[in-house]
């Protein structure tokens, strides 16, 4: 009997607990098919617990294997391996339910969505952008597609590590007071789970969000960015507009994981400790078992008090194998370490100047002020006896030619802004500043330094 699409989800999703198992299963081995067995264990489990007859023979029929394959719900029956795939999405919607059971998003994965952007774009660079070439049209949908999918990933994984950092937070520190080995164990178990998640899921997403990561190969936001100029370029300053919003959502996930990564870096701070502690206790055992073992001669032979034990006995035998087996394993590119290094003093410098005490200034600070203040009254002043009549095609090259003449060693480029502003006020009313947006932006150089601005125009 054929139990239709619809009915089967319905009765799926009111016994979700059963593929919540199933699920477990496959996270916890770490695959993406399910042996047929445990299936049909888990079926005969959920029947024998069904009270109402009735109820018990509509699900017989709904998860008979035949009929979940016949409506697509399994994807997959391999009968020589005996194993059975879920569909993904439907994997997807159960997912869905838990946060605990989102799957984050791995190197791999991320690596994956990388290449699909590259190819979209190198697809698009090659099309003609014409309303009426099919090949466009078609690459247009799948971009758009591919950036909604992109988005609803980064979301779920976003969800899924701030779920998993308070879960192991609250653990943690409840476990603070450790009375057994049994509890030390389980303790020690979730620093390595805090250590998996940072370097395989944390770090990669970073990297993946991080649009000034030097690397081999393009950051996918740069690709994104790419993208987006290309459909400007073409004439699609609309389809252009959706794409940056699609970039500034997925970009807005960073300060998220930041703070998650943030949360469990004290960890794992402690779980290197308990490494290197671990390591201590070793050598050391290790080292007074053999000074023991050379001290007595031989008519003492198996009678010293440090004995030699097997390596069941032995509790921190291998523990060092497990501690170099913990490692980050993580491929590094090619990159400019002295950026990162003077990124890195700038924030420890930030930091030692929030945890300084307030500075009491005394009066002999108040001439610095008192010059920059001389200067902004000067630029009022020349902006007041200036007389500009309209129409100006670029109000900041007239202003920056006045200053520079009237301030001279005194004129800094950021100056020009506040001279732009004190001539808002005075010519707002009377006449109109019209704002025009090109790409690239006008610019400005003057004593190595550069301003970028969208031209303003001035007008009756």
Known sequence: ??????????????????????????????????????????????LESMISKKESDRLNDAFDLANLIKIGIVSEFNK????????????????LFDKERVRGLRSAELEDIRKQLENAYEQLEALSFAEDDLAFLEQHDHLFDLLRRVNSKIQNNTDYLQYEADRLSKRLDHDQALLSLHESRQHREMLVQVKRIYDREIIPTLEF?????YSKAKAPLTIIDDISRLYDRRGYEDDSYYIDQYKLSILSHYKAVEKVKQALQRYLHQERRHRLTYDAIEKAYLNLQTLAQNTFTESLKGRYIFKSWDSDSLYFNGLKTHAAGQESRIEWHERKHLIYFNEYLVSQ?????????????????????????????????????????????????????????NLQEDYQLNYLLYGVSCFKQRYGKKFSIQLSFNRPQ????????VLEYNKREFIV
């Open 349 to 405: 410098n930030a930091r030692k100047r929030s945890d300084n005490s307030a500075e009491i200034k005394t009066f002999e600070n108040k001439h610095q002020n008192d010059r920059h203040n001389m200067i902004k009254r000067r630029i009022e002043q020349v902006v007041e006896r200036f007389e500009l009549k309209p129409p100006v095609d670029d109000l900041y090259i007239i202003l920056h030619q006045l200053l520079e003449e």
């Open 1 to 46: 009997m054929i139990v239709a699409l619809d009915r089967t989800l319905i009765l799926l999703i009111e016994h979700k607990d059963m593929m919540f198992q199933l699920i477990d299963y496959m996270d916890q081995n770490q695959r993406k098919d399910l042996p047929t067995e445990v299936f049909f264990n888990s079926i005969r489990g959920k």
């Open 442 to 449: 006008q610019s400005i150089r003057y004593q190595n330094q």
């Open 209 to 213: 969000l991080n649009t000034r990561e």
């Open 80 to 95: 020589s391996r005996g194993t059975i795939a879920f569909q993904p999405t439907v994997l997807e919607i159960f997912r």
